[in-house]
């Protein structure tokens, strides 16, 4: 049992996380789920959002250590000749007359092979493909703007208006490509690169002859 930890306490915590915005209304006022959405949680501004949200998933990945080790038990107890129905009770699964969730490893194992928690646990968080049908497109759409990106460099780059072609091959870049950056996937050419007039310039970066520029074209913005 040393094993499992706290787990009456980790189970309050991520049930905790879990409950902001779905109390239900039991006035009989007719208010329903929206109800919650006034509950003090989803009123909090956290401004340290990544500790929280580090702290929040390092408890959750306990929890699942836990639970596994506390899934364990009925095996330690499988061939033991037990003389006590309490305790025949608390150590035998449902499908041997005991109390014990059956199908509690099953449940686990899902976790365990769908979440990296080594990494969950130091607050690097992200789903695994085939989890969540939204999260998919989601991601095929994020790979689907991507290509575009590329198809639209290697076609600019071999457009008789982009000059030296060899140059604008081999130094053009997409900058500012993180969630929170501002003016996001601007490109990046040398100064000695000519373009077309819809290249935008947004900044520039050094002086002379080293001058790269930032552009920003229509067909980005779209993208």
Same mark, same amino acid.
């Given at each position: ?21 779905? =109390? &239900?209304?039991?006035?009989?006022? $007719?208010?329903?789920?929206? %109800? ?5 949680? /989803?009123? !909090? ?23 596994? *080790?506390?899934? &364990?038990?009925?095996?330690? @107890?499988?061939? !033991?000749?037990?003389? +006590? ?9 449902? /499908?041997?007359?005991? #109390? ?10 899902? @976790?365990?092979?769908? @979440?990296?928690?080594? %990494?969950?646990? =130091?607050?690097?968080? &992200? ?11 989601? #991601? /095929? ?6 290509? =575009?990106? *590329?198809?639209?460099? &290697?076609?600019? #780059? ?9 140059? !604008? ?13 501002? /003016? ?7 100064? +000695? ?14 002086? $002379?002859?080293? %001058? ?5 074209? +229509?067909?980005?913005? =779209?993208?």
């Amino acid at each position: 049992l040393k094993k499992t930890g706290d787990i009456e306490r980790l189970l309050s915590r991520v049930h905790s996380m879990g409950g902001g915005g779905h =109390q &239900e209304d039991r006035g009989g006022n $007719g208010g329903g789920a929206t %109800q919650g959405r006034y509950h003090p949680n /989803d009123r !909090a501004i956290l401004y340290e959002t990544e500790k929280h949200t580090k702290r929040k998933v390092g408890d959750f990945s306990k929890l699942l250590h836990g639970l596994k *080790a506390a899934a &364990e038990i009925p095996e330690l @107890f499988e061939n !033991a000749d037990i003389h +006590s129905p309490m305790l025949a009770k608390i150590v035998r699964t449902t /499908d041997a007359g005991g #109390c014990f969730p059956a199908d509690m490893k099953e449940k686990l194992d899902w @976790f365990f092979d769908n @979440f990296d928690l080594v %990494q969950a646990a =130091q607050g690097k968080f &992200e789903p695994s493909r085939g989890m969540d049908e939204e999260y998919d497109e989601a #991601c /095929d759409a994020i790979e689907d703007v991507k290509r =575009q990106f *590329a198809e639209y460099k &290697e076609e600019m #780059c071999s457009n008789s208006e982009v000059t030296p072609r060899h140059t !604008a091959r081999s130094s053009w870049k997409y900058i500012n490509t993180k969630e929170d950056s501002k /003016d996001k996937y601007l490109i990046e050419l040398p100064v +000695s690169v000519n373009v077309p007039d819809d290249f935008f310039v947004k900044a520039k970066r050094g002086k $002379g002859p080293k %001058q790269v520029n930032k552009y920003r074209t +229509s067909i980005v913005e =779209q993208l």
